[in-house]
């Protein structure tokens, strides 16, 4: 709360002429519905943005959502029933499903599986016992364990059938066995029922069959509850993701499509004439209305890197490294040829799922990491742990102990005490140099200033380490992309973390605080489908084979495509309205990964486009596994087919401002600092962001602050803001 | 003939400073012996005055290295690379010492400096030469290696014409054209059974394998391509770490980078040994674990056909410098089985094991080596004196004989009040699943069923073990998806089950086992066999509490379930609940159903249709079981961790069931019953001295099955100190002896013998 009304007061002041011009436009409302907080972004025509806070209310969530709303606007001196008629689009995003799923608070939900499968929902995969745990507590036995199934095993039940991996039915279904199953669970008040059946994804008719029984059974007993085939939702492959994921579906996804259809129901009432969509995990947007509900599981950091994806489609930036950190982590991100990368077997909450989800990179290390000795190994370590909103040593409020990598940047100076979060919070300097020295200092023989400078130095060395590996991992050079750094942590370590990797440039918006939520008002309105298949073809194979295989993978494409089309009927768009991509999967026979493909065909005509595929396969394999790899003599296979469709919606404009000259204005220095860097006192100069103008340069050393962020601009380095609002960091 | 030898004296040494690696590697150990301190490093100068640099290169290089195995194992096709991420990569010192090491399979980081070592002190420099761009590959056993299944490839880095260092990757690979598929057969009794072995031998030129490589290496295993990924996995992983390697020497210099990787294994060493001190009571801690090697029956050569039993006795001795000690005096002779270990499996095997609970960091190096000392007699199992031992599936040993040393660490643990860190001990982790044949897709083909990945955990001193959770050999454990096995197996699952019973009960119990049914079908020309411990238990109870279960085989052929199939009648699935009362042969009609405790076996035919049970077993139990909570007794009743009848006689629970089935334990019954069984025990009870009295006789008699006689007469005939100490603690006469001979079993290959 504190720095937002911060943060809207110095938007405020920087805006003053807008604020004369009084009547605002808004355009975009962006929700971020947390446990406690419910956050709105609005945003203008003009690209400015005004945030407001309120109590999230869990048992209507709608309340929550428009006191926060009536809270940003009236940083506008306007309020909802003027504003939400004009919005074109708003989008939501909220933790009360993943906070549902984690509380193990969803409903009451039954199994039916292949019998004799009875136990494999609860016995989880072992995997699922250190997930999510830091590289020395996965090898650190006792500390591994596992979460309560979501079903537990007395609601599970077994019917006989079994299919191969060819689809071919090896044990037909008893079907005679499932009436007494459904009835079984219906007795024990089950609320929802999921069926899984393994390799379901290439023979889906029991599946569907035992749906159908249980719905007859439902209606002769006089009790219906929604039931969940796993192959209507996720046909993929891996019986543990996809039975997970179907179950979440059940147990907290589609008990989250009343809150918010009651939400939409809300704005409209408030007249608001859009149709609410919700951020989902392959980073696009869906329906409220939409099949596939689980994958709107996922919030908070993949809206950056969508902004990150929109801002670098309005600059022309078709290669982008995003990074962002937090209290807590470094999320790490690419957008390669204009697309995000997609992990197809994520896993969120300790579970392995088989969402679509942007993969994003994420290291233990932020703003609040704990820094400490091995007492025995006498090596510095940075996290995993971190106090998070309690900042370290030098904020006594947070009764934290351990120094943290704050703590570190206040003994430098990089971090005004007296202005830190808007000046909100208060820190003590002389607090963190006793920490730093006694902690870390003394036990490495180290000056108090060179430990804080060097455990600054090894957090951005760590960094560094992993975004060019991340890069170099998918066969590029740091040189091919252009880094985006946001986050409240972000620009602090920018220049530290992305020195001598050689980026093609380095990007800071100045509008960094909000970049999330900008990236949700961003987002495309999208769904994609993924499909298991299992084509193989030879190395040489003759035409006929390679035919037949092309017309399998456009067989599936169509079979997509109709229910992508379905999805978008649902909002009143037709199938022309509609971009669809076309993408395939593709491995050498017998591998274990495949990678994902943009299609370079629009439909599978003749054998030359087989070629063609083979083709954009090698050129990705070879890159990113090195030329030795290659092993064209195995064959091929096509694993998937993917089909992605987008419509046009109204998205927030990128701010546009006049360029002034070089210099900066007087009023916008706020004088000098002492900081501590590379083994001397030197003098900073300190900038407030918001007061800079387009086209001004600053050179190292300064600091340039806003309430919510701090940008460093260290000697060797220059800084560019050009008229979108955005920073240029260059090394020179 | 003279140009060749002028250019091989006059070929400029690749060591430093114009040495030869040999000459390197001798002062290495002179130094680090005469010291105390790895490469005679008192002090760490790099480290004491730049720390901050140091932690960068050292973080730099931990990263690559971690990064280079996540990336390379998405080219392998094998699951049990792929999925059960068998595979290690590790950087190493001129000399061959581990400086870093990733995830996965590290019991490698020694195998791999073994073979690094090998070439040294074999001349490699000299003939076939050591030169950049080279590629080596190890497999054999006797230069150190596990089993042949784990394959190694050997890069040099060069800088400026100089070595600086080695990498290395192993994968565990699915065949090695022993005498029957799978990566760890049964049935080979010698080395000349276990497959193909490749003897450090160098197999590229210039990054490029070379084809008479190529052709011979696949025409040699049975599953060629996954031959070929995995050493494509390998040679990737090795490539990006050498990159990474001289990009670092860029940057730091190659003079920082020499000292760097000095001071690090020191810096290991003396971490160790802190550790140790920070977590352990100086002292001396024995004990001892078995497990059966059942070949009475077997299809094995004549002189193989032994049933005995594998005997490992441990002392560990916690030195109040630190210093950590493992005597391994009294283990018994190697033999004519696929069990057999080398020295540096079972040391390097070792911190596989502490990089799980004494040092679970990422500074494992060869440090901790430095900082501790195996005594491991020669002659034995795990110190062979003979070049014919067959080690296909030496872990069979290895995870027995390590056992006993989680009790012994949680013994110190318990006594410095880590109660959290307190572990009963492993699970033998089987059954193997394996075999070959023609497979779904009609290609040559072997499999290995790598679910035995997740056994059941140990119990700590404050909670169960975790059930089918993890492996001594990799704490990440999995099982896996059985859609992803069936990709690779022709063998349908009828059923994944926590199996009841299998963990060692105690006030904590163990983690549970499970077991899958697998149905064969689509295959053609299939065998397959076990491979388990079966009459014995190779763990053992942590104060009070049991071991786990021991094993057993079930597996089914001619059977008539296709028929039942097709009318719809019921055929076995899920879990063999209670082998005492089986319900799996209910159900079907068949040829022949063999249930007995002979969990190993050599190649059987199994045709479509035919059944098999891969079981996989519970870890041991924690404290008295009659101290157990009731409730946690009903909960394992009720979720299928615990057959009824179990829970009255061990537990002393008393139970019922509600009307839906569901049982209830009555406290204040089981108290009274609880109080009852402490009365009888306490009647049953003798006093220690009678009881050895009674013994005492017995060993005089020699009243034991052959195995035991066989296995402590084969103890006897290696160590006269082993013997001696038996004697006097038995009392026994001063003429008592137990020999080999006596007992009619071959002695065949049998050199030491101090009986005689």
Request: glycine share 10%.
């Amino acid at each position: 709360m504190w720095h937002t009304q911060n943060l809207n007061e110095k938007v405020q002041e920087g805006d003053e002429e807008m604020k004369k011009a009084a009547k605002r436009n808004a355009q975009i409302l962006a929700i971020d519905a947390g446990g406690t907080m419910t956050d709105t972004f609005i945003i203008d025509e003009n690209g400015d943005f005004v945030v407001g806070k309120a109590q999230s209310t869990p048992e209507d969530e709608s309340v929550g959502l428009l006191n926060s709303a009536r809270d940003a606007l009236a940083y506008w001196d306007t309020t909802v029933e003027e504003e939400f008629p004009k919005l074109l689009a708003g989008v939501y995003s909220g933790t009360a499903m993943l906070n549902r799923l984690v509380s193990r608070k969803g409903r009451r939900v039954g199994l039916i599986v292949n019998k004799g499968m009875e136990d494999f929902h609860r016995m989880g995969r072992a995997i699922q016992a250190y997930l999510g745990y830091s590289y020395s507590d996965r090898l650190h036995l006792n500390t591994h364990r596992y979460d309560p199934p979501l079903v537990p095993r007395e609601l599970t039940r077994g019917v006989t059938e079994r299919v191969d991996l060819f689809g071919n039915v090896v044990i037909p279904l008893y079907e005679h066995e499932v009436e007494p199953a459904v009835r079984e669970l219906l007795e024990q008040d089950v609320e929802a029922i999921v069926i899984s059946l393994l390799h379901s994804y290439k023979y889906p008719h029991h599946e569907r069959k035992i749906r159908d029984i249980a719905k007859e059974v439902m209606k002769k007993v006089g009790k219906e509850v929604p039931v969940f085939a796993s192959v209507d939702y996720y046909p993929v492959r891996k019986e543990s993701h996809r039975t997970n994921t179907t179950i979440i579906e059940a147990y907290a996804a589609d008990p989250s499509r009343e809150t918010l259809i009651k939400i939409n129901n809300m704005l409209k009432e408030h007249g608001a004439n859009f149709d609410l969509r919700v951020m989902a995990s392959h980073g696009g947007t869906i329906s409220t209305r939409a099949n596939e509900l689980a994958r709107t599981l996922v919030s908070g950091p993949i809206g950056g890197v969508i902004g990150a994806k929109y801002l670098g489609e309005q600059l022309g930036i078709r290669n982008i490294a995003c990074s962002d950190i937090g209290g807590t982590s470094f999320d790490m991100a690419l957008i390669t040829q204009g697309d995000l990368s997609i992990n197809t077997s994520p896993d969120m909450a300790r579970l392995v799922l088989s969402l679509p989800l942007v993969a994003m990179d994420t290291v233990g290390a932020g703003a609040g990491s704990y820094v400490r000795i091995d007492p025995n190994f006498k090596s510095l370590t940075l996290g995993p742990d971190s106090a998070g909103s309690r900042v370290g040593v030098c904020y006594p409020e947070g009764g934290v102990e351990t120094v943290t990598v704050t703590d570190c940047h206040v003994v430098l100076g990089l971090i005004n005490p007296d202005n830190f979060l808007g000046g909100e919070v208060k820190l003590y300097p002389g607090r963190a140099y006793e920490a730093v020295k006694k902690q870390i200092a003394d036990p490495l023989g180290l000056s108090v200033e060179d430990a804080a400078y060097g455990v600054i130095d090894l957090l951005e060395s760590q960094l560094r380490n992993y975004l060019e590996s991340m890069i170099l991992g998918k066969g590029y050079s740091p040189s091919q992309y252009v880094c985006f750094s946001y986050g409240g942590g972000g620009p602090l370590h920018t220049a530290g973390y992305t020195k001598g990797l050689g980026f093609e440039d380095v990007l800071v918006p100045a509008w960094a605080a909000g970049f999330s939520a900008f990236g949700c008002g961003a987002a495309d309105f999208e769904y994609r489908y993924d499909k298991t298949l299992d084509i193989n073809v030879n190395d040489g194979a003759a035409d006929d084979i390679k035919l037949k295989a092309g017309k399998e993978l456009q067989a599936a494409w169509d079979e997509l495509k109709e229910k992508v089309a379905a999805e978008f009927e649902k909002s009143q768009f037709s199938r022309k309205d509609v971009d669809f991509r076309l993408y395939f999967r593709m491995q050498y026979q017998g591998q274990l990964n495949d990678l994902e493909i943009e299609a370079p065909i629009e439909a599978f005509k003749d054998v030359n486009d087989w070629d063609e595929l083979v083709n954009a396969f090698e050129d990705t394999y070879t890159r990113v596994y090195a030329k030795a790899a290659k092993s064209p003599e195995l064959g091929y296979s096509i694993t998937g087919a993917i089909v992605r469709g987008i419509v046009e919606v109204p998205k927030p404009k990128i701010p546009v401002e006049p360029l002034a000259g070089e210099t900066p204005p007087q009023e916008a220095f706020l004088g000098k600092r002492n900081v501590y860097w590379k083994g001397e006192w030197i003098k900073a100069d300190i900038w407030e962001m918001e007061k800079l103008k387009p086209g001004n340069k600053i050179a190292g050393f300064s600091i340039i602050e806003s309430p919510a962020t701090t940008f460093v601009v260290p000697i060797g380095f220059e800084t560019y803001l050009d008229q979108h609002r955005i920073f240029h960091l260059k090394e020179i | 003939m003279a140009i060749n030898e002028k250019e091989l004296t006059s070929r400029k040494n690749i060591g430093w400073d114009g040495k030869t690696l040999k000459q390197m590697r001798e002062e290495i150990d002179q130094l680090s012996r005469t010291t105390g301190h790895y490469a005679g490093l008192k002090k760490l100068p790099l480290k004491e005055t730049e720390p901050i640099r140091y932690e960068k290169i050292f973080s730099k290089l931990r990263g690559g290295v971690v990064h280079a195995r996540e990336t390379a194992k998405k080219v392998a096709a094998s699951p049990i690379v792929e999925q059960e991420g068998e595979l290690c990569f590790t950087l190493y010192t001129p000399e061959g010492d581990s400086i870093v090491t990733s995830t996965g399979i590290i019991i490698h980081v020694g195998t791999m400096g073994a073979a690094i070592k090998f070439m040294i002190k074999n001349d490699y420099e000299v003939n076939p030469g050591i030169e950049d761009g080279d590629i080596f590959c190890n497999n054999d056993c006797q230069i150190g290696n596990v089993h042949p299944c784990d394959v190694h490839t050997i890069v040099p880095i060069f800088y400026e014409g100089e070595l600086i260092g080695w990498v290395g990757g192993v994968t565990h690979v699915i065949d090695v054209g022993a005498t029957a598929p799978g990566s760890m057969t049964v049935g080979p009794v010698t080395r000349y059974d276990d497959g193909y072995q490749v003897a450090c031998r160098k197999i590229g030129k210039n990054d490029t394998l070379l084809k008479d490589w190529l052709i011979e290496s696949q025409r040699s295993v049975r599953t060629t391509k996954y031959w070929l990924l995995d050493e494509r996995t390998r040679v990737a992983g090795c490539h990006m770490i050498r990159d990474l390697v001289l990009d670092i020497v860029k940057e730091e210099g190659v003079d920082t980078y020499k000292k760097f990787i000095r001071e690090v294994i020191e810096e290991g060493r003396r971490g160790f040994v802190n550790q140790v001190k920070t977590l352990l009571i100086p002292g001396k801690y024995r004990q001892v674990s078995f497990v059966d090697v059942p070949y009475k029956n077997l299809d094995v050569p004549p002189y193989a056909r032994v049933n005995t039993i594998m005997h490992a006795p441990t002392e560990l001795t916690v030195h109040k410098d630190g210093k950590f000690q493992i005597d391994f005096e009294g283990v018994n002779r190697w033999g004519w089985h696929s069990y057999n270990a080398t020295p540096v499996s079972i040391t390097s095997g070792i911190w596989v094991m502490m990089s799980q609970t004494l040092i679970p960091n990422d500074r494992v190096n060869d440090g901790a080596y430095y900082a501790s000392q195996f005594d491991l007699p020669y002659g034995s199992w795990l110190n062979p004196d003979d070049i014919r031992t067959a080690h296909s599936y030496a872990w069979h040993f290895l995870v027995s004989a390590w056992s006993p040393l989680w009790r012994a660490l949680s013994r110190n643990y318990f006594a410095r009040g880590y109660l959290e860190e307190v572990n009963a001990g492993n699970a033998n982790t089987s059954n193997w699943l394996q075999g070959g044949g023609y497979n779904q897709y009609n290609e040559n083909h072997a499999v290995n069923s790598f679910e035995s990945a997740a056994e059941g955990v140990g119990a700590s001193a404050v909670r169960d073990g975790i059930s089918h959770a993890a492996a001594i050999w990799n704490p990440e454990g999995d099982m896996g998806d059985m859609e992803i096995w069936e990709l690779a197996e022709p063998l349908i699952y009828l059923g994944r089950s926590i199996k009841p019973n299998t963990a060692g009960y105690g006030k904590y119990r163990g983690g549970s086992g499970y077991e899958t049914l697998r149905m064969v079908y689509g295959a053609k020309d299939w065998t397959m066999f076990f491979m388990g411990n079966g009459y014995m238990s190779s763990d053992c109870g942590l104060m009070g509490g049991y071991p786990a279960a021991a094993g057993y085989r079930f597996e089914a052929h001619g059977t008539n379930l296709k028929e039942r199939i097709e009318k719809r009648l019921p055929i076995p699935t899920g879990g063999d609940r209670d082998p005492d009362n089986p319900e799996y042969d209910r159900l079907i009609e068949a040829k022949e159903i063999i249930r007995d405790k002979q969990a190993i076996t050599t190649e059987t035919i199994f045709e479509n249709y035919d059944l098999y049970l891969n079981y996989l077993r519970g870890g041991p139990g924690f404290g008295d079981p009659l101290e157990r909570k009731p409730k946690m007794i009903e909960d394992d009743l009720n979720e299928g961790h615990l057959l009824p009848r179990f829970a009255e006689s061990v537990y002393g629970a008393v139970v019922t069931q509600d009307e839906k089935g569901k049982y209830i334990v009555d406290e204040e019954a089981t108290a009274k019953r609880r109080e009852q069984i402490r009365k009888e025990r306490l009647k049953r009870g003798v006093p220690t001295k009678k009881w050895m009295e009674k013994e005492r006789k017995k060993i005089i008699n020699k009243e034991a099955a052959v195995q035991v006689r066989h296995m402590y007469a084969s103890t006897f005939a290696l160590s006269e100190k082993f013997y001696n100490e038996f004697k006097s603690f038995w009392n026994l006469p001063k003429d008592w002896k137990l020999t080999e001979d006596e007992l009619g079993v071959p002695v065949f290959g049998r050199k030491i013998n101090k009986m005689r």
